[in-house]
């Protein structure tokens, strides 16, 4: 009896939205309905457009259309194997009846979310926000939407946002990590949970396969030895580390020490000055290395990133030094606009589209099962030389 009662239920809904969709076609005057077809169900054809937005499917939407369901799927998922006559006309019916597509019970269907995560620090820094900027369009012309939280360098808050895009079920998430002494049991997890992923920050211990990065060490020695083929040998530099307190596994600070040995140019220690923070240093460390070496000092600055190079170059402003008459700053990232400048600021340039690239055929990789490079992926930047930069008269600062 209850069985009965299941199947008459289903019977008449089956015939309930047969007559709404025979409805909407009549007044849409689609060849496929017999004229009066609306009038006999006795819903007015706005009545019936409000009512279909809640019950149509694709299949629904297909006999309106008067083609097959599967080019509904096409125009909506791969528009480019349906003609263009064919395609506005299924869309000009998406938009009059606000037609949705159940992207979570489709989702569940096929064990995918045609969503990506993306974890960065920081998005008011212009890197991130070129970075996460690259790979969405990376992401997007593969077909992915992208999922984007910052961690705000915080390891607690970072794990978090990993178990969000995990509950959330992205296909895998691209990250731009803490470091290495911060969060290697986050990822440790999160590579044991079987979610595809990438880093492209800092590099953790037993994940290189998984990194994707610039090659920074090599590009700091390249920007270093221009410096002393300009006739520099006291070159300071103002460096970090996301690991704290160790500045010297740093690659940029690697690449620093690699170029003098080259050189044959003793590395001073007064030189060499650890940033506080990531973003927001470089004015005091670069007084703090002129109060140090006032009888002798640097002619040219390696700064970690974008943001110290313009604070290093006010600490030498207010120190009474002319850049880059007095002082050579090079900077490293190159996110920035010359025109907003005094003067050309030598700088590596990060290559964040072959990055992104990188890191997206990695993820797609692991995601689609289709074989792909493994880390660690380097990629080398470009170095953007200042050719009339020249060393002066070094006078002592007080």
């Known amino acids: ?50 009512i279909i937005r809640s019950v149509v ?15 509904i799927y096409n125009a909506l998922h791969r528009p ?50 070129r970075l996460v900027s690259a790979i969405e369009r990376a992401a997007s012309a ?39 002494a911060t969060d290697s049991r986050a990822m440790q997890r999160l590579k044991a949970s079987g979610v595809p992923f990438v880093l492209v920050g800092g590099r953790v211990d037993g994940m290189d396969d998984y990194f994707v990065g610039g090659d920074d060490r090599r590009m700091a020695a390249e920007a270093v030895e221009w410096l002393i083929g300009q006739g520099h040998r006291r070159i300071a530099t103002i460096t ?13 600070y690697l690449g620093y020490e690699d170029a003098l040995k080259r050189h044959g140019i003793a590395l001073d220690p007064a030189l060499v000055e650890m940033a506080q923070t990531e973003y927001r240093s470089g004015r005091l460390e670069i007084l703090n290395i002129l109060r140090r070496t006032s009888s002798d000092r640097p002619t040219a600055v ?3 990133n974008d943001p110290t190079a313009f604070s290093v170059m006010a600490g030498l402003r207010e120190a009474g030094l002319r850049v880059p008459a007095d002082v050579t700053v090079v900077s490293f990232g190159g996110c ?13 340039v990060e290559p964040l589209d072959e990055i992104a690239r990188c890191a997206c055929e990695m993820l797609l990789g692991q995601i689609e099962r289709k074989p792909y ?14 050719s009339d930069v020249s060393v002066v008269t070094v006078s002592g600062v007080s």
């Open 240 to 252: 970090w580390y996301r690991t704290p307190g160790d500045y010297h596994a740093g690659p940029r």
């Open 57 to 71: 499917t694709q299949h629904d939407l297909a006999r309106v259309a008067g083609v097959s369901p599967t080019t």
């Open 373 to 386: 490079a493994k880390g660690p992926i380097l990629v080398p930047g470009r170095f953007h030389p200042v």
């Open 302 to 304: 390696l700064a970690f």
């Open 80 to 129: 480019q194997l349906v003609c263009k006559r064919t395609l506005d006309r299924i869309y000009a019916l998406i938009r009059e009846h606000d037609y949705m597509p159940n992207d979570v019970a489709r989702s569940m269907v096929r064990k995918k979310t045609d969503v990506l995560g993306i974890v960065v620090p920081v998005l008011e820094v212009l890197y991130h926000a």
């Open 142 to 180: 593969a077909g992915y939407t992208c999922m984007i939280c910052q961690h705000s360098d915080d390891p607690l808050k970072e794990e978090r946002e990993v178990m969000l895009m995990r509950q959330r079920k992205v296909d895998g998430m691209i990250i731009h990590n803490c470091g290495q």
């Open 336 to 348: 920035f606009d010359e025109t907003m400048l005094e003067h050309q600021l030598p700088a590596v």
């Open 1 to 50: 009896m209850r069985f009965r009662k299941a199947l008459e239920r289903a019977a008449r809904r089956r015939r309930q939205n047969k007559a709404l969709v025979t409805c909407l076609a009549a007044a849409l005057g689609s060849p496929h309905v017999k004229k009066g077809a609306a009038q006999r169900t006795g819903e007015s054809a706005p009545k019936v457009r409000q």
